[in-house]
């Protein structure tokens, strides 16, 4: 892939209820360029099975649509409730499953590194991140809800890293997997 | 479904590195039967996304030799590492969801349930599960190794459920989700 070839950059900021995502096209001598960005969100009465088969449909469906090459993914949280950030491990899981079984490139950043990378502080609240991603890209408003902003600034992450290496060179991240 | 048919149950002791699985056949007026017993291996060098799709297209290959009725998996186990714990959800997200393309009854119990099913008591030690497992499987010995004798007290802890429901009228059980 030359260098001139645009880059479709798929950010997600997962969740049980709500998954939030964008796409941002990065192009060589052009704006970054929002492409689409929304919810994918699952009925809390279903049973979990259901509503991670829910999260792994949607993530493929916009995956087949718009054939990004990246995704670009907010690292866990580790909440203060041990259960939630479990369960949102489950989410996570088949997020990556999809992008996995697309052959997408998969980065992840911590929280932190998003707002670093897109407000210039890893101590940057919500608004300000969400003044960033509209100005960022040139919208009126930050995207709503404040869950498909939070994909966008995911998106961002990877798309405003500094030296954007050309695909075949983009190396996996190492996992640190237990042994158990 | 008839009571005369038999039910098949995939018992699953999800791991990152090792997935323990066994397949039991439960059948009136015959004993309990071990169909098929193993582990799914991944590298420990490759990527999360990776292993995940690896135990995703192992779980689905078992689904689709065997058509088992009822997904038995063994709860989250809250490890002390917390790192640990949400890498094992990712998982058994993968795992819940190749049961749920399948179209399984999926039924979860924590670990002590199981030993206490399987050796009549929570505190069991895993000698005494794998010494139980044996013997209510009329086997020479344990599965080997431990992963698998795991993966098969999973599903004897919903074979040995005194009142085996029809599959139409099992319930899956209800997740407590969090909202955010």
Redesign the interface.
Known sequence: MGESEPVLVLGIDP????TGYGIVRKEARNPLALVECGVIRTK?RD???????EI?EGVTELIRRHKPNVLSIED?F??R??????????????I??A???AGME?HEYPPSEIKKAVAGTGAATKLQVQFMVARLLRLKSAPQPTDAADGVAAALAFALAPDLPTIESIR?????????
Chains 1, 2 share one sequence.
């Not at 949102?88 to 899981?93: D, T």
């Not at 996996?172 to 158990?180: E, H």
């Open positions: 969740g049980t209820a709500v809390p049973a979990l099975p259901q509503r991670l088969a792994y866990i580790y909440a409730n041990v259960r939630t950030t479990v369960v949102l491990g489950h989410a996570r899981g088949v990556l499953l992008a996995a079984h998969i996996r991240r190492d996992y640190i997997i237990p042994t158990g």
